[in-house]
């Protein structure tokens, strides 16, 4: 892939000279507080700050923390922009009045029980840059952008990167309205939308392009601590299935039936779950369960029925098509078993996400200033396990990401944690 | 062991000639429907007899079928004994008014969604009995007696077999009537009792002694019709133990967690359940799994805590303990696991019994009459792989039980079902 970053912006990149232009480290983390107050919960230690957050998206702390942001946006030069699925724009314009923004973009939505930092630390943080500008009076040769991009987490309405993905258009946007919440399907986004006041027009990448998409971001997994790392520069994000399996073999009872005349359903979940890891370990992918469910739960009866997920990572998609072909090969084979007794083994996929290709240009730029900044050995490449708006962006535009270090890996947690001198 | 059954019983019975006497098969039949007016549950056809049960031990069902059983055994010359339990023993006297009866027993509880066999067709069979002495007009030299133990199924009060391991003295009376329904722990099981009018005089194998107990009971197994054999002799009961497992690792996000960084507590539990369920075939011995949740349950997230049941059984009880040692050990090796991080297993013990054997002469009767009826072709010695009241009675008084076979080996399961031709 040739990088389509503008000339001018990877030449400005290029020659940045860290320590030129700091952000303000005390800000940006009481800013990062201050705006979790919407939405706190689930405390977990003394301190004002030790509370994860329930923050989900358009409800109604989601909509004071969107109005504080576009009041802070506005106090230091931008102006605001929300299209018709709720993602605000918070545009800073630059010399060239024609030219697309560069954009920095993260979500302030959260999991029902999520942390501060997931999304949060990206979108003050972009704040806290458009401060450190707009107060050493700084102007810019092209506008920029700050995005809070509506619904990532998709714990409301289920379909994460939701507002990314209907400005990528990859969701047409009367489908993302029509997304009911999860707890009370009588609400549907667009109803949201309205009640939280962030209904606007209806723009996209061909109405409101945008030069680049950057995103800074809690790694959410615990690389870059194991191996003392500070800075992650993300390559791309790996291609993902999700499958709900669905065992059916037959009850019995555990004292009376013989192996040979058992078709147990559980037994054969646990096979699957052992020799899809194995098979994912060989070709260095992910494959995982999150949820199992064996009826009917009685300790001496041998579930006749077991429905699970299954969740299948690698960085080529190829390479994840190819292995969940394998596994569910291999998941026919162990429910034949070698008894009298069959276990069937029914797999539905509900979710797949293509592989994520970032920028060069973006991806050399974050590495250049991640190098100077920390020095090399303390910087890694590396790939994104997890989705971000990144990913749709990346289909639309030059893209880049950053991580930094997660505490013990954490996320989707109250206590997801980042060090503030690891921003 | 050496027979403790009297020896003029186990003449008596050796005696027996095959066609001397014979019972009406089609008044045991709807003997055993008639009874389940009391509880029918769980419709599955559209028969009249095409239910499960739903008769919890000492319920409103259950008190006006134990009533009905009481005026149904009086009818035919027996009297009435209920112990401090509930138990009752209907008692048929003999020329010899000074021994101890002859018992044939098992329960008329059910499950919560159990069938119309297991343990019904054991007390209605010895209800036939019982008619077609009376009917014949003939006494026997000693007493008999049929019993209905209380509360065998545990599902109502948790505590298996509670009303024989009463009368064994393996359970105190005052233990046994602080039992809570699971349901609504404001009920005692002496509450249950006084309230179905079934509290009576305590007596156990000591005030009440029986000379022999016998059990007619299906199965709930596949080994029967599997080998096309008509009648089973039970040898003994296998040994077992139950155990809450609580497997502990870390929560983290299937996308971004390298294998090396998880501490899996599902991939540990399926690994347990495989190596365990290896480990048993090796000795002959069964172990299974029947309740597994892992948690926090999301598509995404590898779970962090996973609490799982295993039930190990054989026929001895020191294999029992040798391979649950064995199990532990392995699965504490399986939860440190090859990379950084591990999970920690837990093993609760939450019940045990010891494995049951029965009286040499008393299976051997059972097994000279079972041949003679059926042909040697078609009865097999067996282990009984679930507990009955007969496993209390061993331990007291010479006991024997006759196995028929359970189509498709399925029990504790509204479509529970026993050719009448196999009774």
Redesign the interface.
């Known amino acids: 892939m040739t990088s389509r970053l503008p000339t001018s912006l990877h030449r400005t990149l290029s020659r940045y000279k860290p320590g030129d232009l700091r952000i303000s480290p005390s800000r940006l983390l009481d800013t990062l507080h201050h705006s979790c107050q919407w939405g706190a919960a689930h405390r977990y230690g003394p301190q004002p700050t030790q509370t994860g957050m329930a923050r989900l998206s358009l409800d109604a702390n989601d909509a004071k923390v969107r109005a504080w942001m576009a009041r802070e946006a506005e106090a230091v030069g931008c102006r605001t922009v929300v299209d018709g699925v709720g993602n605000q724009f918070f545009i800073r314009p630059g010399d060239r009045a024609d030219a697309a923004p560069t954009a920095m973009g993260s979500h302030m939505d959260t999991q029902p029980?999520g942390g501060r930092y997931d999304g949060i630390l990206g979108v003050v943080a972009g704040l806290e840059v458009m401060r450190t500008l707009h107060h050493r009076g700084l102007r810019t040769r092209y506008p920029l952008a700050l995005v809070n991009w509506t619904n990532e987490e998709g714990a409301r309405f289920p379909r994460s990167l939701a507002g990314s993905a209907v400005w990528a258009e990859t969701l047409p946007l009367d489908q993302a309205w029509s997304l009911k919440d999860v707890n009370d399907p009588s609400i549907t986004l667009r109803d949201a939308l309205v009640e939280a006041r962030m209904l606007g027009t209806h723009c996209d990448h061909r109405s409101l392009p945008l030069a680049a998409h950057f995103e800074l971001h809690i790694?959410?997994?615990?690389?870059l601590e194991?191996r003392d790392k500070r800075i992650g520069v993300v390559l791309g994000g790996?291609a993902?299935k999700?499958f709900d399996v669905e065992i059916s073999g037959?009850?019995?009872?555990?004292?009376?039936?013989?192996?040979e005349?058992r078709a147990?359903a559980?037994?054969c979940?646990?096979?699957i779950?052992?020799e899809a890891?194995l098979m994912a370990?060989e070709v260095g992918a992910?494959a995982?369960?999150?949820?199992?469910e064996?009826r009917?739960?009685?300790?001496?009866?041998?579930?006749g029925t077991v429905r699970m997920?299954i969740?299948v990572?690698h960085a080529r998609s190829d390479v994840v098509a190819d292995l969940c072909q394998r596994i569910r090969a291999r998941s026919a084979v162990l429910g034949r078993g070698t008894g009298?007794r069959h276990c069937t083994v029914r797999w539905d996929q509900?979710f797949e996400s293509d592989a994520a290709t970032f920028d060069p240009a973006c991806i050399e730029a974050i590495r250049d200033v991640a190098v100077a900044t920390v020095g090399s050995d303390r910087v890694l490449d590396m790939y994104?396990?997890?989705?971000h708006d990144s990913f749709s962006t990346s289909l639309r535009c030059p893209t880049g990401m950053i991580f930094v270090p997660s505490r013990?890996?954490?996320?989707?947690?109250p206590s997801e944690f980042t060090e503030p001198e690891h921003w």
């Open positions: 029980t790694e959410q997994g615990p690389i194991q790996q993902y999700w037959m009850e019995c009872h555990t004292g009376s039936t013989p192996y005349y147990d559980l037994l979940a646990s096979r779950i052992v890891t370990k992910l995982s369960t999150g949820i199992i064996a009917p739960g009685s300790v001496n009866t041998c579930p997920t969740d990572r009298d509900t994104s396990g997890a989705g013990d890996g954490i996320s989707h947690n």
